[in-house]
């Protein structure tokens, strides 16, 4: 999907000449005001995110079955940022494609997500086995 890379910038253009053409500068002055808000409105949101995960331990989330009950491929890392609330602990090595996330919960379940350019390509949840050598609570 290289082209998604220049629709934005593609629409901003044809919007910009749209504008020139249908009220002159005025038109290229409100296209630019345009603009500049939804650029405004991305950053805030960015920023939001990124100051909600810097409270919270890198790696943790509260729940790993929820986080990955709530995953489907193609979501943006932001995006999986802001349901866990946290930073993903980097598994894989710096810079480089695949990048490989893991998010833990208390009950040492863990959720592994794969991103590729950003996008969730596929994760899995591990979820620790029962230790059998302890009687249960539950048993008579």
């Not at 345009?34 to 331990?57: C, D, E, I, S, Y």
């Not at 710096?94 to 919960?105: A, G, K, L, N, V």
Request: glycine share 6%; proline share 9%; aromatic share 8%.
């Amino acid at each position: 999907m290289p082209f998604k890379k220049f629709l934005v910038p593609l629409i901003a253009l044809i919007a910009t000449v749209l504008g020139f053409l249908s009220y002159g500068w005025p038109g290229v002055a409100l296209v630019a005001g345009g603009l500049v808000m939804w650029l405004l409105l991305h950053f805030t949101r960015m920023l939001q995110v990124l100051k909600r995960a810097a409270n919270r331990p890198v790696g943790h989330v509260d729940s790993a079955v929820m986080l990955n009950a709530k995953l489907h491929p193609g979501l943006p890392l932001l995006h999986v940022v802001a349901l866990t609330r946290s930073l993903g602990s980097l598994e894989s090595p710096p810079d480089t494609q695949p990048e490989h996330f893991r998010w833990t919960d208390t009950s040492q379940s863990t959720v592994l997500c794969v991103f590729q350019d950003g996008k969730l390509q596929h994760w899995e949840l591990i979820r620790p086995q029962p230790d059998v050598s302890q009687p249960s609570a539950l048993a008579p």
